[in-house]
């Protein structure tokens, strides 16, 4: 006795792959057991049971796609007749997809079922409101999310090592043998499971509040930005460029400049500028990778662009062999690209060190958080006129604040002091690039 299981109503999606099969020929399901789970470019969202029963056939694959009515198996259900699977075309994996809005995800705290009739619920390690809160938005399946909550893992500490960052089950595995051996080594002493739980507070209690979720953009950065800031041992040395001569320079540049030309801001010197230094301080444009240091001789520059999405960082290639206005060029246009939303991954791939420019918004001194697997971050502040003592007597001067973060691993104190005295000496005198 069976009955075809069809993918049900699922919106606007067509053409979805396939990214988990959960079942098999045999199994014993409940209603609403997850059968399989989808994934479009911008959510994921799992195929329950209609009814309880029987697998007596699976009639789809592994990265096959589906759409609204594709058959997924036959079901052997009590009191019904066995059907032959309708031909509904299954498209194999192709790199289109149709974009599309995303659903609601599928809820992760439903119990883990057993191969019965019945539903039998699994205890799990308690979260913290961080790990509950991570646990619902991290890039994983709900399958993986379940596996999670039973583990007691946070996913917000998990690299995903899947399309996109996703999160695999594998991945759940590796981070918990990881946890294991860490405890064995260290013997004792405190670990981050060992921290006191994140506070729990009814806001509401003492005032008005609003609840606003957090965009996608910010969720993603925010994973890696703490990851970083956690495993990166994090130095910043604080100075400030005289730029007199430099901002002149370019006031002039764009003054000269038609229409057709970008206008060239602060920020595309500070680049120039950085190509004529890097090379003589190799460990800046590195990554570190175990006990081995990887000098790169390229140099491909990644800028933060501020968008109503959160922090994007697009990447200006071979910097050293570009030009002022090239380099303006390809900035504006970046930035114009991650402000509506299109920039591809390659752009936001491949940098060897990066430079977050608060300048044109407000500030002095910060600590940026760096960009691994770079080892150096540069944070630009707003540039200031100062009274500056100067061949006997005190004049105003345009000082630019520079904030160099890098990894202690790799840099020493003394090497961040004299790359931004290198570096001042470049912006106080921009001829010095041809030298």
């Given at each position: 006795m069976g009955k075809e299981v069809k993918v049900p109503d699922i919106g606007d999606f067509r053409n979805v792959p396939i990214i988990e099969l959960l079942v098999k020929e045999g199994d014993l399901l409940t209603v609403d057991q997850p059968l399989i789970t989808l994934e479009s470019d911008k959510a994921t969202l799992e195929v329950p049971a209609p009814e309880a029963g029987r697998v007596e056939r699976v009639l789809v694959k592994l990265g096959e796609r589906v759409s609204e009515g594709s058959p997924i198996l036959i079901l052997a259900v009590p009191g019904e007749e066995s059907v032959v699977p309708?031909?509904?075309?299954?498209?194999?994996?192709?790199?289109?997809m149709t974009p599309v809005d995303a659903?609601?995800?599928?809820?992760?705290?439903?119990?883990?079922?057993?191969?019965?009739?019945?539903?039998?619920?699994v205890s799990a390690p308690r979260l913290t409101p961080a790990g509950e809160e991570a646990?619902?938005?991290?890039?994983?399946?709900?399958?993986?999310?379940?596996?999670?909550?039973?583990?007691?893992?946070?996913?917000?500490?998990?690299?995903?090592?899947?399309?996109?960052?996703?999160?695999?089950?594998?991945?759940?595995?590796?981070?918990?043998?990881?946890?294991?051996?860490?405890?064995?080594?260290?013997?004792?002493?405190?670990?981050?499971?060992?921290?006191?739980?994140?506070?729990?507070?009814?806001?509401?209690?003492?005032?008005?509040?609003?609840?606003?979720?957090?965009?996608?953009?910010?969720?993603?950065?925010?994973?890696?930005?703490?990851?970083?800031?956690?495993?990166?041992?994090?130095?910043?040395?604080?100075?400030?460029?005289?730029?007199?001569?430099?901002?002149?320079?370019?006031?002039?540049?764009?003054?000269?400049?038609?229409?057709?030309?970008?206008?060239?801001?602060?920020?595309?010197l500070v680049l120039k500028a950085l190509a004529a230094v890097l090379p003589d301080f190799p460990e800046f444009n590195a990554s570190l990778q175990g006990d081995a240091l990887v000098l790169k001789h390229y140099i491909h520059l990644g800028f933060a662009a501020d968008t109503s999405s959160g922090l994007m960082v697009p990447v200006v290639r071979d910097v050293p062999s570009k030009g002022i206005r090239a380099i303006a060029t390809e900035v504006a246009a970046l930035a114009v690209r991650a402000r509506e939303g299109q920039l591809t991954p390659d752009e936001m791939q491949g940098g060897t060190f990066s430079v977050s420019s608060l300048g044109g918004i407000g500030g002095s001194f910060f600590t940026p958080i760096i960009n691994a697997p770079e080892v150096a971050i540069l944070g630009?502040?707003?540039?200031?006129?100062?009274?500056?003592?100067?061949?006997?007597?005190?004049?105003?001067?345009?000082?630019?604040?520079?904030?160099?973060?890098?990894?202690?691993r790799v840099i020493d104190g003394a090497g961040a002091a004299r790359f931004n005295e290198a570096l001042c000496q470049i912006l106080a005198d921009i001829r010095r690039i041809l030298v």
């Open positions: 309708s031909p509904v075309p299954v498209t194999r994996a192709d790199p289109v659903p609601v995800d599928a809820p992760v705290d439903a119990p883990v079922v057993a191969p019965s009739f019945s539903t039998v619920p646990l619902h938005t991290a890039h994983a399946s709900p399958t993986v999310r379940r596996l999670a909550r039973e583990l007691g893992v946070d996913l917000g500490q998990v690299q995903g090592s899947g399309p996109h960052q996703r999160i695999l089950r594998e991945d759940i595995q590796n981070f918990v043998k990881a946890a294991l051996q860490s405890s064995r080594s260290q013997g004792g002493g405190w670990g981050m499971g060992d921290l006191p739980a994140w506070p729990t507070v009814d806001f509401a209690k003492y005032g008005p509040v609003e609840t606003r979720p957090l965009g996608r953009i910010k969720k993603l950065s925010g994973g890696y930005l703490h990851r970083n800031w956690l495993m990166i041992p994090h130095v910043t040395n604080h100075e400030e460029a005289d730029i007199t001569e430099l901002e002149e320079f370019r006031q002039d540049l764009n003054r000269e400049a038609g229409p057709e030309f970008p206008r060239i801001t602060l920020l595309t630009l502040g707003r540039a200031l006129q100062k009274p500056v003592w100067r061949a006997g007597s005190v004049v105003g001067r345009w000082m630019l604040p520079l904030s160099l973060s890098y990894d202690h």
